[in-house]
């Protein structure tokens, strides 16, 4: 009797419950090391059921009672009446195909299939280069960005700014990685942003090791003065823009000067010191040449015939001044009656007019602004008195002017100096050694100029309180008005 009611019960229902379905989400994504929820509605009382993953059984229920397989214990709970599973701690192995399959208490069997996917985080990328060490202007480089991660986004960074593609700069269809053609040294700094929907992180930046120049070069020279004492150590610097640095070898009139490096310094002028210096990269085909010219003077002014000289009424004379000088001297003539004219050479007439005495010739550079002087006295009667060729006495001072012309490059500049001697101060000077009379050693037009101007070197001018000689002269007048250009010049 009650059978037969249960049955005819069924056999009632059996057309409302058309057939028997489970309401599920197709797929899930759950992030590692979290919960999966696959969440199942049957619709109607189910008898019992089980899920299996990729042929294996995960645990199964009948009623209200589950069972989970061993391999899936405690990581699997069955929730019932309705079969929901619950998976904690998912690994990246987790993820596939789910699927459940339920008894209903009345009607057909059904099954349903969740997919899982197990979502990874970014890990941090890193960046690589097809090239290690291009070359500015030629090269192409590739950077590439490498993230492991689920579904990674990339995106790219210069200098912490994000890069927007021009027509040097080109993004791959993914953004994993960034073409540049024709690096600039000024490239660099590229960061590589990897994302996804749980997380992003930052590569370290990447920095090309851009090969370029050499550029250049400059030449700078330190002390910067108007006038360089001689003996005055002075740093040449010749710099040149290179990756890898350059090395220099530096020469002076083609012989090695014996220092490598990016400076040449020159540790104490002389004047030979004057002439053209080259530099040549070690490491790269940097090169270049600037020329030192040291100028100096006047020195060693000597007239010819040397005095003293004796005229008979009616005979001439021609006087001839000389001076070692750069640039050359120019000269004037003067005597006890002022004076008389300038030019090298000056042609005393033996009249009333122009008697006899002391003739002056003073020689004056108009770079150094120094002016020396020598005295013959000339006599138009009988015995000649003594005299004497005054030494131009000590070196002038140092004005150094460089004429760079190296073979690289292409910017001209020039570099304004300022004199700090006045005229005033040299002719105090002059005005002195004249009227002591006996100078230092005269240096006759014999003898060897180098030597004359090397040993004259160690006197110094341009710091008149430490030079015995003009330990008495006042000091000299400023005239900053005064300028000389040294010019630095590159083609
Ligand atoms: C789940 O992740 C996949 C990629 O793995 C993605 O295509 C899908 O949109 C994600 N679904 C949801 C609901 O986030
Ligand atoms: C799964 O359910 C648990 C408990 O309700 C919850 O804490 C967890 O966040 C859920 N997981 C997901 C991926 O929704
Ligand atoms: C399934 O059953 C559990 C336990 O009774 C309940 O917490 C959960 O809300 C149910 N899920 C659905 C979709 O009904
Ligand atoms: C790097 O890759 C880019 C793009 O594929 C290519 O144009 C370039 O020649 C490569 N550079 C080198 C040095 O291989
Ligand atoms: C760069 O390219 C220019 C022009 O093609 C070429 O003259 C030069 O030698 C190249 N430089 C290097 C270092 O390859
Ligand atoms: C880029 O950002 C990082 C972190 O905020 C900072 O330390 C760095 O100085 C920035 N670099 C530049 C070039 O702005
Ligand atoms: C690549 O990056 C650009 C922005 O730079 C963005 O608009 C684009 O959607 C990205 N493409 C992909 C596939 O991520
Ligand atoms: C950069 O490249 C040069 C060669 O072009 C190499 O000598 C130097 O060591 C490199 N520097 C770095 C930091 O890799
Ligand atoms: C230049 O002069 C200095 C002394 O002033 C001397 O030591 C040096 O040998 C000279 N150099 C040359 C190349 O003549
Ligand atoms: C320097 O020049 C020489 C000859 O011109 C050439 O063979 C050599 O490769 C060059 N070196 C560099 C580093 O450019
Ligand atoms: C300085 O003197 C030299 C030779 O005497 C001459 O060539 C040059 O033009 C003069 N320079 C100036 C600025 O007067
Ligand atoms: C010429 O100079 C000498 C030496 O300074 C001096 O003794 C002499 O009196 C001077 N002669 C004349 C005519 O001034």
Not at 89 to 107: A, F, I, K, Q, R
């Amino acid at each position: 009797m009650f059978l037969t009611i249960t049955v005819l019960a069924a056999c009632l229902l059996l057309p409302e419950v058309e057939s028997f379905a489970i309401t599920a989400e197709g797929s899930i994504n759950v992030t590692v090391g979290d919960t999966a929820n696959f969440t199942v509605k049957p619709s109607a009382a189910v008898k019992n059921g089980n899920w299996d993953f990729k042929g294996k059984n995960i645990g199964l229920w009948i009623g209200s009672s589950p069972s989970i397989s061993n391999e899936y214990t405690p990581r699997a709970e069955i929730l019932t009446p309705n079969g929901s599973l619950v998976l904690k701690s998912v690994t990246s192995s987790d993820s596939g195909d789910y699927t459940v399959t339920m008894v209903p208490e009345v009607g057909e069997q059904a099954s349903k299939t969740i997919t899982l996917h197990v979502l990874e985080p970014v890990s941090k990328p890193t960046v690589t280069a097809n090239a290690t060490n291009p070359v500015e202007f030629n090269d192409t480089v590739a950077l590439t960005c490498i993230a492991s991660g689920t579904a990674v986004s990339y995106q790219w960074l210069e200098e912490n700014s994000t890069i927007t593609p021009n027509d040097r700069i080109a993004l791959s269809d993914d953004n994993s990685s960034l073409t540049i053609s024709g690096v600039l040294r000024s490239d660099g700094g590229f960061t590589c942003y990897a994302f996804n929907t749980i997380n992003g992180m930052t590569s370290d930046p990447y920095h090309l090791n851009v090969s370029y120049g050499p550029d250049g070069p400059k030449i700078s020279i330190n002390p910067d003065l108007s006038i360089y004492p001689a003996g005055r150590e002075v740093t040449f610097t010749c710099s040149v823009d290179s990756n890898p640095p350059a090395a220099m070898e530096w020469f002076h009139h083609e012989t090695s000067l014996q220092q490598k490096g990016r400076e040449l310094i020159i540790a104490s002028i002389s004047l030979n010191q004057s002439g053209t210096y080259t530099f040549i990269g070690i490491t790269n085909n940097a090169s270049g040449s600037f020329d030192l010219k040291i100028n100096y003077g006047p020195e060693a002014v000597t007239v010819e015939p040397p005095g003293p000289s004796h005229l008979e009424l009616g005979q001439s004379l021609t006087l001839r001044c000389s001076a070692q000088s750069v640039p050359s001297a120019a000269y004037r003539w003067s005597n006890g009656n002022g004076l008389l004219d300038s030019g090298q050479t000056y042609n005393i007439e033996s009249t009333k007019e122009s008697p006899g005495g002391n003739y002056t010739c003073e020689a004056y550079n108009n770079i150094t602004r120094h002016t020396k002087s020598a005295t013959i006295e000339v006599t138009i009667e009988e015995k000649a008195i003594k005299s004497e060729t005054l030494s131009a006495g000590a070196i002038a001072g140092i004005v150094i002017a460089i004429l760079a012309v190296p073979v690289i490059g292409g910017t001209a500049w020039f570099v304004k100096k300022k004199l700090s001697r006045g005229k005033g101060g040299s002719q105090q000077n002059n005005s002195k050694l004249a009227s002591s009379g006996s100078g230092p050693a005269a240096s006759s037009n014999g003898t060897n100029p180098e030597n004359t101007k090397t040993s004259e070197t160690d006197v110094v001018y341009s710091q008149p309180n430490i030079n015995p000689l003009y330990a008495a002269s006042p000091p000299a007048l400023i005239d900053s008005n005064k300028t000389a250009y040294a010019e630095l010049k590159f083609t």
